[in-house]
């Protein structure tokens, strides 16, 4: 059996807590992500690919719900592989999606898969209920 090293499982902490949760700092990207990732999820039916992509797909969270905030809820790490369960809180007070601010709050559960290579985030798949965030949106 090969060694689990915790590295993926940190990289992916500072995901959720740096890169994501408000304030959000944008160019932690650069130091966590492969310019290459992709993230594949429910609301983005064709992905989103490469780092820039990423970058901005990630603005329009930080400008749609400025007080986010991504709980880890549980963790696990096997080999180039992390899996993590979370919780999005916020409120819908910019335009997201083209939905106007609605002053709304968001709940939203689900997962994410990590692949790791290289010591950077290469691809993310999200599984998630998109009605959990697009219903207080008026968008469902």
Same mark, same amino acid.
């Given at each position: ?8 499982? /940190? ?6 807590? +740096? ?6 700092? !944008? +160019? ?9 990732? *992709?993230? %594949? %999820? @429910?609301?983005? @039916? ?8 990423? /970058? ?12 986010? *905030? ?7 790490? +096997?080999?180039? /592989? ?16 083209? =939905? ?17 290579? =290289? ?12 009605? +959990?965030?697009? =219903?207080? !949106?008026?968008?469902?």
């Amino acid at each position: 059996m090969p060694d689990v090293s915790d590295e993926g499982s /940190k990289l992916v902490r500072r995901y959720y807590e +740096q890169f994501l949760t408000a304030p959000g700092d !944008l +160019q932690l990207a650069d130091e966590i992500m492969a310019p290459d990732v *992709v993230f %594949n %999820n @429910p609301i983005s @039916p064709d992905g989103i690919h490469g780092l820039a992509a990423y /970058k901005e797909f990630a603005l329009r969270w930080y400008g749609g719900f400025p007080d986010r *905030v991504f709980t880890i809820d549980d963790l696990l790490e +096997q080999d180039d /592989k992390v899996a993590a369960s979370f919780t999005i809180t916020g409120t819908h007070r910019g335009v997201f999606m083209g =939905a106007a601010p609605t002053g709304e709050p968001i709940t939203v559960r689900g997962m994410n898969i990590f692949r790791i290579e =290289a010591g950077l985030i290469k691809e993310v798949t999200a599984f998630f209920d998109p009605h +959990q965030l697009l =219903a207080p !949106l008026g968008l469902a």
